[in-house]
C-alpha cells in the first residue's frame, strides 16, 4: 500500500514537472553567458523596464543589442520643442542609459522612422531592414514587445507595429529566400532566432521572472537617464541633467526613478519566454 502511495507520488512529481518547467528557459537567464540578444523596441526608453535584465546579461559576458525603430522625436509636451530638437536628445538619453550598462554604443541601432508613424511605414521595408540586422547580428535571443498568445495584444502605436514586425522579420530572417539579395550580394546568411523574450505582455503570460539583485543601482542610473520622458521636462524640457529641473520637480523624479517592482521580496523584471519557430509565439504550435 505504502509502495504504490509512492509509485503514485513520484507519477504525480513526473507529470508535474514538465508541466511547470514549460515556457521556463532550460538554463535560468541568471546564469546565461556567451549569447548574443538583440532588443528591439520602438522608442529611446522601451527598454528602460528591462534595463535590470539587460545589465545582468551585459556583465555576464553576453553580447547586448538594442534596436529601436523610432528616433522618439514626438514624445513631448514641450510647446517650443522640435522634432530634431528631441530625436537628439532621446539619441543622447538612449546612449547615455546603455553606457551606465556597459553597453558599447556602437550595440545602438536606430532605425529613424518618425514616432507614432511605424504603422504607416511600408511594412515591407521595416520588416527588410530588420532582416538585415538579424542576418549580421545573429541573435541567440530576441527581446520584443509581446505580440500576444492565443490572442491579439494590444499596445499603443508604434509598440504595436513593433510587436508585429519584429517577429514577422525573425520569420522572414530564417528563410533564405526571402530578401535573397542580403545573402547574394552582401554576404549575409540566412539566420533562425531559437529564443524569444517578449515584455509588455498580460501578467497571466509572464512565466520568467529575472532576479535583477545586485543591478538595482545600473537599473535606476540608466533609466535616469530618459529625463525628457519620465520628469517634468516632459512639459518644459530644461536639459539634460536633473539639476536642470526645479529642486521639487527633481525630488519627484529621483524618488519615480528609485521605485524597482518587487515580487517575493526581490527586484524582477517579467517575461513570456518562448523557444522555438516564430511560427508557433502568437499560438503556440510549433
Ligand atoms: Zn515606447
Redo the contacts with the bound molecule.
Keep these: 500500500m505504502r509502495s504504490a502511495k509512492l509509485v503514485t507520488a513520484w507519477l504525480a512529481a513526473f507529470l508535474l514537472v514538465p508541466v511547470l518547467v514549460i515556457g521556463q528557459p532550460e538554463v535560468p537567464v541568471e546564469q546565461w553567458t556567451g549569447k548574443t540578444i538583440l532588443l528591439v ?6 527598454d528602460a523596464g528591462r534595463y535590470g535584465t539587460l545589465s545582468l546579461l551585459q556583465e555576464n559576458g553576453n553580447e547586448v543589442y538594442v534596436l529601436l525603430l ?1 528616433t ?1 522625436n514626438v ?1 513631448t509636451k514641450d510647446p517650443t520643442m522640435t522634432r530634431d530638437r528631441l530625436s537628439k536628445i532621446r539619441r543622447q538619453e538612449e546612449l547615455n542609459a546603455l553606457a551606465e550598462l556597459g553597453i558599447p554604443a556602437d550595440h545602438y541601432i536606430n532605425l529613424g522612422y518618425t514616432d507614432g508613424m511605424v504603422e504607416f511605414a511600408d511594412k515591407e521595408e521595416v520588416v527588410q531592414r530588420l532582416v538585415w540586422h538579424y542576418r549580421k547580428i545573429k541573435p541567440d535571443v530576441l527581446f520584443s514587445w509581446d505580440p500576444g498568445h492565443g490572442y491579439v495584444r494590444w499596445h ?1 502605436t ?2 504595436r507595429a ?1 510587436s508585429y514586425l519584429s517577429v514577422d522579420a525573425a520569420r522572414a530572417a530564417e528563410w533564405r529566400l526571402i530578401f535573397p539579395a542580403q545573402i547574394i550580394h552582401e554576404g549575409l546568411e540566412a539566420h533562425a532566432i531559437p529564443e524569444y523574450m517578449f515584455y509588455g505582455g498580460v501578467e497571466k503570460d509572464i512565466n520568467t521572472w529575472v532576479d535583477i539583485t545586485g543591478h538595482e543601482e545600473k537599473k535606476i542610473k540608466a533609466r535616469s537617464q530618459h529625463i525628457s520622458q519620465m520628469s517634468a521636462a516632459w512639459n518644459n524640457y530644461t536639459g539634460p541633467s536633473p539639476d536642470d529641473l526645479k529642486p521639487e520637480d527633481r525630488k519627484k523624479f529621483l524618488e519615480r526613478m528609485k521605485k524597482i517592482p518587487m515580487r517575493d521580496g526581490k527586484p524582477m523584471e517579467g517575461f513570456r519566454y518562448y523557444k522555438g519557430a516564430p511560427d508557433g509565439i502568437g499560438s503556440g504550435r510549433k
Excluded: S, V
Excluded at 41 to 46: K, L, S
Design positions: 523596441g520602438a522608442h529611446p526608453d522601451d523610432t522618439g514624445g499603443k508604434d509598440h513593433a
